[in-house]
């Protein structure tokens, strides 16, 4: 079977209407956001939620999840998970502030230095993965416990803050009135969009991620192309933690940890499949955004934080269920 | 074929090597590290991860994944500790109160794994992803009902299933017994019958070796795998309530991570995802791994700074090292 068609096939999911679906979740977002404006409105200030700094505030916030699940949504397509995000974005981070705060060093130098570490650790990744045949879950999560280490290890338990003004403009700053982070996170999107969709290497992706014996005999070099998914997705959690510090001025060991489930819970939402082989960053985009507007939502109701993380945790489980339930009957 | 020295060091399970090295090297640089007091000391530190990673072994031996077992084990030991401490606040005698914390820790523990389990075999979900949401869930209540904080716990009698036995025992040699060591041998021995002397055990190594074979010979692979994981939440849950009577408190984030030493500890120990083979046995080995890295980092008095870096580095190393060596193992046979 030619790679076309065999990419083709498993791209196509079988019996649905893939537009369908993607309407399905933007109505999904117009649901959320109706309902979050409907809740948060009060008396004195009215419409709190509609407000455009709001607006820009759930988006600002959504980036940081999309940038890294955009990473997330390229491993999953070509192999499986990466659960050491949260971790390489932590590692990364606190390595870029020690060298802006503690050494002075010039931030176009930091910031190259935390790219490339984090292109590094999803190498490191993906030689666990290919090399050593250990399954996906287990190194990611192995090289999630190993990375805190090191955090904890620079940080000693500390909290460090106060960077320079020209790098925290990657996160502060604003151009024609649009937050830094949004631009970054645009720029990520349509890279990515366009790697995984209108490329050969995103079409190996696809095709390795679908049946990676068949990738294989087609001519794939598949662990190159699985080590290539991991460096991605280490690269881009770099990035979303040097945005991420630049808008908070501060870093510490646990910065990454939240992002882990909300990550996996938006790409899984977004209708990427974890059996691999089906990447969807549209859908990504849009689950972000709506996990975002619920976030927002409970901040401006003054929900405590632990009950946010339960939240998040429930809804995880009820996605992946309803897309495994939806699975099997169509 | 003439017996050689090359089979034989085929027939030593890798874990031991690393053992063995470790323990040079520790031994090297201090010597107080090879006493019969330190000895003591490891297997009453790791008590606690050897029944934890019990419970992991069997889950992944039915080609399954617990990551949610850190919390369960936090979050039970949390009721376990809520319910003594209201029911003694009440004036309900110890005794009466322990009984109904544990029972209720218990619970917590089977109820957990069953969410997960069901979620697993009935809701078809991914094992890794279903328990990472159940993680979330455990973890965030645990901090709910201990407000964040821990939970101390004031019942002597409790704590004694803690303790080294001449804490309360005035008898010689009763410093080298302690009771989770004891509790750990109970439980090792349980399992071991379940898991080789049951339908239980033989239902879900067959699941493990081929699901869709076993189903196909008429096991209920929906059933049995839903059991293994209440099975592994109750085991998180013995391990959390003995982890409490230590430590005389039930912190609410004493288990971040523990899941992960359990899994390594399974994987050190020889059993492996992907073909349902191995067994209890290579996970006591797998627990001797770990607890000698983390308590011969002690005693040489590595800063505890370093410790989460080097005791991860050197469990992915010994992992690597250990398929490594059963690649090249099975090369040669």
């Known amino acids: 079977m030619s790679l076309a068609k065999l990419t083709a096939q498993s791209v196509a999911p079988t019996g649905e209407k893939p537009w369908l679906q993607g309407a399905a979740r933007f109505i999904v977002l117009i649901v959320v956001c109706s309902i979050m404006t409907i809740l948060t409105r009060s008396d004195e200030y009215g419409f709190v939620f509609l407000n455009v700094s709001n607006l820009l505030n759930v988006v600002r916030n959504a980036s940081i999840l999309i940038i890294i699940g955009v990473g997330q949504t390229i491993t999953l397509t070509a192999r499986d998970v990466d659960l050491s995000v949260g971790s390489v974005l932590s590692l990364t981070s606190v390595v870029a502030a020690i060298m802006l705060n503690k050494y002075g060093i010039a931030f176009p130098v930091a910031i190259f230095a935390a790219l490339l570490l984090g292109a590094i650790l999803g190498l490191v990744n993906g030689l666990l993965i290919t090399y050593v045949g250990l399954p ?78 068949t990738a294989r005999m087609s001519g794939i070099r598949v ?108 | ?80 500790a809520y319910v003594m401490e ?24 089977a109820l957990m794994g069953a969410i997960t389990g069901g979620l697993v075999s009935l809701g078809k979900m991914p094992p890794f992803i279903a328990s990472l949401g159940m993680m979330g869930v455990g973890s965030a209540l645990s901090l709910v009902l201990a407000k964040s904080t821990a939970i101390y716990i004031r019942n002597p009698l409790f704590s004694f299933f803690g303790e080294r036995l001449d804490r309360s025992i005035d008898l010689p040699l009763m410093q080298y017994f302690s009771m989770p060591a004891f509790i750990a041998i109970v439980v090792f021995s349980v399992v071991w ?16 070796g081929n699901e869709s074979g076993a189903r196909l010979s008429g096991i209920n692979t929906v059933y049995w795998k839903w059991m293994v994981y209440v099975v592994a939440g109750v085991l998180a849950a013995i391990s959390g309530i003995t982890l409490a009577a230590r430590l005389e408190a039930a912190d609410s984030i004493v288990g971040v991570g523990w899941e992960f030493d359990a ?53 992915i190393l010994a992992i690597v090292f250990e398929i490594m060596l059963s690649r090249w193992k099975e090369g040669r046979r």
């Open chain 1, 223 to 330: 662990d190159r192309v699985i080590i290539t998914a991991y460096v991605i997705s280490g690269f881009l959690a770099a990035l979303a933690g040097l945005v991420l510090i630049a808008y908070t001025n501060g870093s510490e060991a646990r910065i990454g940890d939240s992002y882990l489930l909300p990550v996996l819970a938006v790409v899984v939402m977004g209708g990427t499949s974890l059996a691999g082989g089906q990447g969807n960053l549209l859908g990504t985009l849009v689950a972000a955004l709506i996990m975002a507007v619920i976030h927002n939502g409970m901040n401006i109701l003054a929900v405590p934080a632990i009950w946010q993380s339960l939240v998040v945790g429930l809804l995880i489980i009820g996605t992946v269920l309803a897309d495994q339930l939806l699975r099997q009957r169509a």
């Open chain 2, 86 to 109: 209201s029911l003694m606040d009440s004036g309900t005698p110890h005794a009466v109160a322990m009984g109904a914390g544990v029972g209720v820790g218990l619970l917590t523990g």
């Open chain 2, 263 to 315: 899994i390594a500890a399974t994987i050190l120990g020889g059993t492996s995802f992907a073909k349902g083979k191995g067994g209890i046995a290579g996970t006591v080995l797998g627990v001797m791994v770990i607890g000698i890295a983390r308590n011969g980092l002690n005693v040489i008095g590595v800063q505890s700074l370093w410790q989460p870096a080097l005791t991860g580095t050197i469990i």
């Open chain 2, 1 to 80: 074929m003439k017996p050689n020295v090359s089979s034989f060091l085929i027939r030593v399970p890798s874990a031991a090597w690393v053992i063995l090295l470790m323990m040079t090297i520790f031994t090297a640089i201090n010597t107080r590290y090879l006493t019969l007091d330190n000895i003591v000391n490891i297997v009453l530190q790791n008590a606690v991860l050897l029944i934890l990673a019990l419970g992991a072994t069997l889950v992944i031996l039915s080609e399954g994944l617990d990551l949610s077992l850190g919390s369960v084990l936090t979050l039970s030991g949390v009721t376990c």
């Open chain 2, 193 to 208: 019958v379940m898991l080789y002397h049951t339908p239980f055990g033989r239902c879900i190594i067959a699941i493990g």
């Open chain 1, 136 to 213: 996906p879950f287990l190194a990611t999560y192995g090289t999630l416990w190993v990375l805190f280490g090191f955090s904890y290890l620079i940080l000693q338990g500390a909290v460090i803050y106060g960077f320079p003004a020209g790098f925290r403009v990657i996160g502060n700053g604003s151009l024609l009135g649009i937050p830094m982070p949004i631009i970054v996170m645009a720029v990520v999107f349509i890279c990515g969009y366009f790697v995984l969709n209108h490329t050969t290497l995103g079409r190996r992706f696809f095709a390795t991620g679908a049946n990676i014996e």
